[in-house]
């Protein structure tokens, strides 16, 4: 794999793979990109910005069959809510 400033990509002419830096408004370092290419995907990644503008969390993985890269969204925490009382 070939990293450059904007993307990385296989060095082999024949291979299609490649992966671009930056993913909704943030860039990927080059240990973020490591990690999606050697297993498959990075830790939960701050700070990732929505189309509407909305900040998010996120872990980007890489799907092997058409290594494209997708968003996959940790589980949140469940906060124990009391019951509201109607009145």
């Known amino acids: 794999m070939q990293f450059y400033k ?21 860039e990927l370092t080059n240990d973020q990109l490591k990690a ?4 498959g995907r990075t830790g939960i990644i701050k700070g990732f910005k929505s189309k509407q503008g909305n900040s998010f969390d996120a872990v ?6 058409t290594f494209q890269t997708e968003f996959s969204f940790p589980e949140r925490k469940k906060s124990a809510k009391k019951p509201q009382s109607r009145k």
């Open 6 to 26: 904007k993307i990385v990509k296989c060095d082999n002419p024949a291979c299609d793979c490649h992966v671009f830096r930056e993913k909704a408004g943030k």
């Open 60 to 65: 980007v993985t890489l799907n092997s069959d």
């Open 36 to 39: 999606l290419l050697t297993e």
